[in-house]
């Protein structure tokens, strides 16, 4: 299960950004904000708010089962791309994979056209 301090350690990693960098911007000691992110204390409201400001997020984003994801998905590997497509609701599942099985069955028909054309010439 990935705690809370696991995932304010990960968002602050993915931003670049130090230790002290967020501990001074949320003005509490940088020890302080290292037992945070070890889950030896749990922050409390006020500094899970600044936090959040730092990190230009929600305080409810903590929360949720990823955190929030930038997507840009032309900037993505396949993989990564189906990760993503994973983590959706299953009726928005059921839209993607509606929309590839598409895809695939015109670029078959457009191949099988393509082969018949090619043979009658």
Known sequence: MVTLGDKIKKM?????????EVATSVDIDRGQYSRIETNK???TLSTLEKIAVAFKIEVEDFFK??????????????????KII??????????????????????RLKSTLTNALSANF
């Open 86 to 107: 994973d983590e959706l609701e299953p009726e928005q599942k059921s839209h993607i994979y509606a929309i590839i099985d598409m895809a695939v069955s015109n670029n």
């Open 41 to 43: 204390v749990e922050p």
């Open 12 to 20: 602050r990693e993915e931003r670049g950004l130090s230790q002290k």
């Open 65 to 82: 089962k990823d955190a929030p994801v930038t997507v840009d998905s032309f900037d993505k590997t396949v993989v990564e791309k189906v």
